[in-house]
């Protein structure tokens, strides 16, 4: 398999922890988001949304969004499982990884921080959106898993939460977002980091990051 990404994507990222907790091999290869490489006609063709990652399958299929990419690794390599196997619990879990993935993540992403600025506005303004948007949905998210047991956001073993949760951890710290009042996401997050999956995925570990 190859996997398509962008060493500071979360979106990316997430895929790469999925991997990594699977066992999984992949060849990396990039897109450089800044320089607009990921709206290429070669990557057009494999994300028609211009976007990463996208995972080619061994027999050329491409898979792309970063949930539906972990869940299908989780459906075709069962073990270790990312989501509970109680439906409530499962449905919690998705919830709390859709909050990120589609509530903060999606808002304050490099496309929309541009076409902020593409309105006029200046860097400043476009960097205080993302802030606010991910302090924001980082408060619902601890309130989502405050009364849990841990150490992981959904108990004694990381899943999909944690996936989504460590790679928007580090994005709201790019952007100055105030973290103290998050105390079980933070340690949620410091179980992660401890397992060589999180760690080896981390963006600055990657082989295209400056």
Same mark, same amino acid.
């Given at each position: 398999? $190859?996997? #398509?990404?962008? #060493?500071?994507?979360?979106?990316? #990222?997430?895929?790469?922890?999925?991997?990594?907790?699977? =066992?999984?091999?992949?060849?990396?290869?990039? %897109?450089?988001?800044? %320089?607009?490489?990921?709206?290429?006609?070669?990557?057009?063709?494999?994300?028609?949304?211009?976007?990463?990652?996208?995972?080619?399958?061994?027999?050329?299929?491409?898979?792309?969004?970063?949930?539906? $990419?972990?869940?299908?690794?989780?459906?075709?390599?069962?073990?270790?499982?990312?989501?509970?196997?109680?439906?409530?619990?499962?449905?919690?879990?998705?919830?709390?990884?859709?909050?990120? &993935?589609?509530?903060?993540?999606?808002?304050?992403?490099?496309?929309?921080?541009?076409?902020?600025?593409?309105?006029?506005?200046?860097?400043?303004?476009?960097?205080? #959106?993302?802030?606010?948007?991910?302090?924001?949905?980082?408060?619902?998210?601890?309130?989502?898993?405050?009364?849990?047991?841990?150490?992981?956001?959904?108990?004694?073993?990381? =899943?999909?939460?944690?996936?989504?949760?460590?790679?928007?951890?580090?994005?709201?710290?790019?952007? =100055?977002?105030?973290?103290?009042?998050?105390?079980?996401?933070?340690?949620?997050?410091?179980?992660?980091?401890?397992?060589?999956?999180?760690?080896?995925?981390? &963006?600055?570990?990657?082989?295209?990051?400056?």
């Amino acid at each position: 398999m $190859i996997l #398509w990404g962008y #060493w500071r994507s979360t979106a990316a #990222w997430r895929v790469r922890i999925a991997l990594n907790l699977k =066992g999984i091999a992949v060849e990396h290869r990039f %897109r450089h988001l800044r %320089r607009g490489e990921q709206r290429s006609a070669e990557a057009l063709a494999l994300n028609p949304q211009g976007l990463v990652p996208a995972l080619v399958l061994g027999d050329g299929t491409v898979l792309t969004q970063s949930l539906a $990419i972990c869940e299908y690794l989780d459906e075709t390599h069962p073990a270790p499982p990312l989501l509970p196997a109680d439906p409530v619990l499962r449905a919690r879990v998705r919830a709390f990884a859709q909050a990120i &993935a589609a509530e903060v993540h999606a808002v304050q992403n490099l496309k929309i921080l541009n076409r902020v600025k593409a309105l006029g506005h200046t860097q400043e303004t476009a960097n205080a #959106w993302a802030h606010d948007t991910i302090a924001e949905g980082l408060a619902a998210c601890e309130a989502l898993v405050r009364d849990r047991p841990g150490p992981f956001c959904f108990g004694d073993r990381p =899943g999909l939460a944690d996936i989504a949760l460590v790679p928007q951890l580090y994005n709201a710290r790019r952007f =100055g977002v105030d973290l103290a009042g998050l105390p079980r996401l933070l340690a949620a997050e410091a179980a992660c980091l401890a397992l060589p999956a999180f760690a080896e995925a981390a &963006a600055e570990r990657q082989a295209d990051a400056e």
